[in-house]
């Protein structure tokens, strides 16, 4: 029996994962070991302690490394994690802010000023509503809970400001001392009425961005280290497709309606409407749907500092 080499995969707990976590898709040569990791432990344990073969990071943070010359992995175009992120947006119920545009010159709090998520909406609110992010004062905190003290992460040329300890963004805005917050979780106030998402129409707003720009935002990526890469020049080819093997899987799976598998009583309705604006594939891996919101979101990345150039594609994704 021959043995397989180890590929040990740091990565958060997905449907389109769970076909290579319980064996339905393999590689010939290599044992892929899916490893369930809280997102945040898994950068030190690529970059810093080499423990992972592949990773799940955020794709901001690869292109900050890439910037500074010590990534020591390349990317690999499986967008595990994608998603339009108007929703993140919130205001107090009682906000005199009813559109991107009154965000002008307001005070807005993010949990890192360098965030993914927080990198796609201000570039989003650039392109469509003309909102500079140096027209903004930015606070940086814990969005909700205690937070301890926080590094200073800003380019020159932006106003911002950093919580104290115990201070967090959610408490800010419920005082009034900031107009917005922007939350990839769903803050409590939110659920008891005293925020409100900017954007009301989530489906509508949404259709409108992707027809217009041809994006859906890439949150997350896969990285494959750099010793594996040229130990084997077609592994990372072969890695993409055993991802997009198993993505297919669970897009698959979600026809069935005779039983769901997801926790989502609407689920029939959900999978319909991302059908008709992205496609049958609607979560698409690779470069050829990709392209365009790479593109844009290294244009973002440089425009508002976290990369002193823009990135090719060819430089993030060397392989494809």
Known sequence: ??????????????????????GRVALDRYDLQI????????????????ELALAEVSTGGFLARLDRGDAGYVGIPAFVSLGF???????????????????????IGVPEYFGTTGIWLRG???????????????????????????????????????????ESMTDLLLRGELDAIFA?????????GRFRRLYS??????????????????????????????????????VLDAFTRAKDIALQDLNETAVYATSLPSLTQAVERSRSLLGEDFWPYGMARNSKALATFARYCHEQGLTRRQFELDEMFPDF
């Open 201 to 238: 129409d989530l489906e509508a707003t949404e259709r409108a961005y992707y027809e217009a720009s041809g994006c859906v935002p890439l949150l997350h990526m896969f990285v494959l280290r750099d010793d594996c890469r040229n130990a084997d020049p077609a592994l990372p080819g072969q």
């Open 1 to 22: 029996m021959t043995t397989k080499t180890p590929l040990p995969i740091g990565c958060g707990r997905y449907d389109r994962l769970r076909a290579i976590e319980d």
């Open 124 to 166: 989003m609110l650039q392109d469509d509503a003309g909102i500079d992010p140096k027209s903004v004062s930015w606070w940086v905190g814990p969005i909700e809970g205690a937070g301890g003290p926080i590094k200073p992460n800003h380019p020159p040329g932006v106003t911002c400001a950093y919580a104290k300890p115990g």
């Open 85 to 107: 992120r108007h929703d993140c947006i919130y205001v107090r119920s009682d906000s005199r802010i009813t559109k991107p545009q009154d965000l002008a010159g307001a005070l």
């Open 184 to 192: 990839h979780r769903l803050p409590q106030p939110f659920r008891d």
């Open 35 to 50: 490893n369930v990791m809280p997102l945040g432990q898994i950068p030190p344990a690529a970059f810093d302690r080499r």
